[in-house]
């Protein structure tokens, strides 16, 4: 009986790894991708900023505020520089806008319009103003596990659901095992071409939870180029009304 312990013990202890690896699995796809979306965002936060558009021959700043409530309302306003502060996008819903204070205009986010630059950097309208859109109108599928930036992740795959209003055909996450954190993005056209990745670093505490203080934007053709985003301040889980986030506020902002 005393040589069948360590063989037990073994076994015990096979069967217990095991029960990890299978829970961490456990989570669906999808429940990964919101857990995550709400790490990023919580029910309501607010965000202080640095754009960089890096190009090869120059580089551009710009410094901006934004706040989120739940999965439909979002503005972003842009404080710097004197040429583009007032800017501002706003989401409500599936609506979209932009003001520009320089000719007094509100600009309505037409579908055709979601991919394209969000004032002049890699990230599309899409990526910045319609976030959330990666838990609402994909389908989620987990692909592997793997290493990213030194952390566990999960690899899911999004691929958009039939007429869903995005603009990336599949969107490839590595999500962080232990922060929920979207550690690495690729961008997908609808011929399954790589067209930008996004990774994130210098994972930080801000407004009581970990964040991802500094993200860069590479597009895959462009040799040279890339936006980075620096996140310096960060608030979450506050009271916030929905009339927040209307088109008259979105051109009374100011720094």
Do not use: C
């Not at 306003?77 to 501002?88: E, W």
């Not at 990336?168 to 930008?196: A, G, P």
């Not at 934007?217 to 209307?246: L, Y």
């Amino acid at each position: 009986m005393r040589k069948l312990v360590p063989a037990l013990l073994l076994v015990l202890s096979f069967l217990a790894s095991s029960l990890v690896v299978s829970s961490a699995w456990a989570q669906s796809a999808a429940d990964i991708v919101t857990l995550s979306d709400r790490q990023m965002r919580g029910d309501s936060s607010y965000s202080e900023m640095t754009m960089k558009i890096i190009r090869p021959d120059w580089t551009r700043s710009m410094s901006m505020k934004s706040w989120t409530k739940g999965q439909d309302l979002s503005l972003v306003l842009v404080t710097a520089p004197a040429k583009d502060k007032g800017s501002a996008s706003l989401k409500r819903q599936r609506e979209m806008w932009n003001w520009l204070p320089s000719i007094e205009r509100v600009i309505k986010i037409a579908p055709s319009m979601l991919g394209q630059s969000w004032m002049g950097s890699d990230f599309t309208n899409d990526d910045l103003i319609n976030q959330s859109s990666i838990v609402v109108d994909y389908d989620h599928q987990m692909v592997k596990e793997d290493i990213v930036d030194g952390v566990k992740a999960w690899v899911i795959d999004a691929v958009a659901k039939p007429d869903a209003p995005v603009v990336w055909s599949k969107v490839r996450l590595w999500i962080s095992q232990s922060t929920y954190l979207q550690r690495k993005v690729e961008f997908y056209d609808e011929f399954d071409e790589l067209v930008n990745t996004m990774a994130t670093f210098d994972v930080k505490t801000m407004g009581e939870r970990q964040i991802a203080t500094r993200m860069e934007m590479v597009p895959a053709d462009k040799p040279g180029n890339k936006t980075e985003m620096i996140t310096h301040q960060a608030q979450f889980n506050f009271a916030i009304k929905d009339d927040f986030f209307s088109q008259s506020q979105m051109k009374a902002l100011r720094d």
